[in-house]
């Protein structure tokens, strides 16, 4: 059985293509990317420009394997995805007063019963704990006995338009929807550990037209939310302040760049010469009109600045649920986002917290390859891995796929098992 990971990105779409054998790690046949083409922070905002980026790295997957684009994970973003709390009760249906898995999907299904803003639509609903007879924090009530269960969820909704056109997009290129995942719990599932989780901790997955976090506690998700600023939003910042052009900034930025200015001499300048000698390219043939000496510090802080904008963003979702600066496991930072230097010391100075680069982890994939294994052991790659795993853990689960028409309610609720207590 072939499985897709399909990662939709404003900079870039990656895909795994991988084998998965019933008790075997999954195996990596494949990895693409190609730059996103019509898709803005997060959202595809022209259907014809995203199909064809996506149809060149679906053409690439039928040389493969054809069936695979008939098992497709994909990450949902953009910063128009909401999450809230809600609760569910039921009384127990049977005489005998024991639970059954009627009276769980029933107040599972009460718990989705939210007003929701015309052109919403749920795409989570996460069980953080179960209450039976007014006793908390029961992880499995099945078998329980008692008279009334309540459940408190955690929803997650999406602007159905978006939605809609990831699937009207890969539908007509001959691809199916297994799961849909929202893209900071994929991210989530490669990179942070249990232990973290269990503490407390936040990953953050900085794309280039998007942040997203999901914040994790006792092993259950807390929160999850995103916003419409990213590493893009560095690049085109140091193009305008450097006036040159946008290829040149993202140069600029990975490899002379530095998320703390104080950190930068003053006096010290980079030229076209220094440029070419650090990155191995020709900086005319990226921009032919970029001669001009510039000041290092100049150029951190740019960067500085709008990722302390990010950070901003960040503490204050933290703030508006109590958990500023009190987050044990600390930050978890992946995304394309991630590379940029120093930016753990940003991220320690303005959140107050630990902090780490998050590379996904591959030790449960069977990589032969060594190329596709230095391509997958980078931070971008966080949300592939994790719908590749994701995609895997139903496999191996249920022994099927399930039917497309019904990932929307079925697949995902099993899918996100994994962020349940």
Not at 36 to 56: K, M, P, T, W
Not at 162 to 181: A, F, M, R, T
Not at 371 to 388: I, K, M, S, T, W
Request: charged share 25%; with cysteine.
């Amino acid at each position: 059985m072939f499985i897709t990971a399909l990662d939709i990105g404003s900079g870039q779409i990656k895909a795994i293509v991988a084998q998965v054998i019933k008790d075997n790690k999954p195996s990596v046949v494949n990895v693409f990317r190609e730059p996103s083409r019509g898709i803005r922070r997060g959202e595809i905002v022209d259907a014809g420009e995203a199909a064809d980026s996506l149809n060149r790295i679906f053409n690439k997957i039928k040389e493969i394997n054809r069936p695979a684009l008939k098992n497709i994970f994909v990450n949902v973003g953009g910063a128009n995805i909401k999450c809230q709390n809600s609760k569910g009760i039921v009384a127990v249906s049977r005489a005998d007063n024991e639970i059954s898995q009627d009276d769980i999907d029933r107040v599972i299904k009460a718990s989705q019963a939210i007003k929701l803003l015309p052109n919403r639509m749920i795409i989570h609903t996460i069980t953080r704990e179960f209450v039976v007879d007014g006793i908390g924090d029961v992880r499995e009530p099945l078998g329980m006995n008692g008279t009334r269960l309540e459940v408190n969820s955690l929803i997650i909704d999406a602007f159905s338009p978006n939605v809609k056109n990831i699937l009207n997009v890969i539908g007509s290129l001959g691809g199916s929807v297994s799961g849909l995942v929202y893209n900071p719990l994929a991210s989530a599932r490669s990179v942070l550990t249990k232990n973290q989780k269990d503490l407390g901790a936040i990953l953050i997955d900085i794309g280039s037209g998007t942040t997203a976090i999901s914040v994790f506690e006792e092993g259950k998700l807390l929160h999850a939310a995103g916003f419409p600023v990213g590493g893009g939003h560095v690049t085109n910042d140091l193009a305008i302040g450097l006036k040159c052009s946008v290829p040149a900034a993202e140069l600029i930025k990975i490899f002379f760049g530095c998320a703390l200015a104080s950190e930068v001499h003053a006096k010290e300048r980079i030229n076209t010469v220094a440029i070419e000698e650090k990155s191995g390219i020709d900086i005319k043939e990226v921009d032919r009109n970029f001669r001009t000496a510039v000041s290092r510090r100049f150029i951190a802080e740019i960067i500085e600045s709008r990722l302390s904008e990010i950070f901003e963003f960040i503490n204050s979702e933290l703030k508006s649920i109590g958990r500023a600066g009190q987050l044990p496991g600390g930050a978890v930072i992946c995304g394309g986002g991630a590379k940029i230097p120093d930016i753990i010391d940003l991220a320690k100075k303005e959140l107050k917290l630990a902090t780490e680069i998050g590379l996904p982890e591959n030790k449960d994939l069977e990589i032969i390859h060594p190329d596709l294994e230095n391509q997958l052991n980078e931070p971008e790659f966080a949300a592939a891995v994790g719908l590749l795993y994701l995609g895997t853990d139903q496999h191996l689960k249920d022994g099927q796929w399930l039917p497309v028409d019904k990932f929307s309610i079925d697949s995902i609720k099993r899918i996100l098992k994994y962020f349940a207590p």
